[in-house]
């Protein structure tokens, strides 16, 4: 069940890591295809540091969920992850709450998921 825990945070770490690069270095390319639809395509240049600004913030997010591999007391290593994840589903909610309900799908349920495996280990 700990494997299972730990692929699934690293999954969402990963999908962090590629919404940092979508929206950091390919918002006008990738990133018009990804939010197609969301936004007007004449609207992706002038928002380009905007974007940019949101993927440095999946990447603190992301960083957070792999740290949490790196600390070797399993307790305080279950916390970060707990932490980091609890912090994805936020953001994954109030992005379906206010842009698209496409993002609680996309940022939230794969950290709910990971989160409630998380939980059940950390219980049991």
Known sequence: ???LANILVGVVALEHL???????F????MGKKAFKGSLRPELFAPTKTLAAN???????????LIW???????????NVAIFFLSC????????????SK???F?????????????LIISFV
């Open 26 to 29: 390919a918002w006008e390319t």
């Open 1 to 3: 069940m700990e494997v």
């Open 68 to 78: 949490s591999f790196f600390i070797t007391d399993k307790a305080w290593s279950n």
């Open 102 to 104: 496409k993002i609680f």
């Open 18 to 24: 590629f919404i940092l690069y979508l929206e950091m």
């Open 88 to 99: 994805v589903i936020v953001a994954g909610v109030y992005g379906a709450i206010t842009a």
């Open 106 to 118: 996309i940022q939230a349920l794969p950290a709910l998921i990971a989160l409630g495996v998380k």
């Open 54 to 64: 949101q993927g440095l913030y999946n990447g603190f997010l992301a960083a957070g």
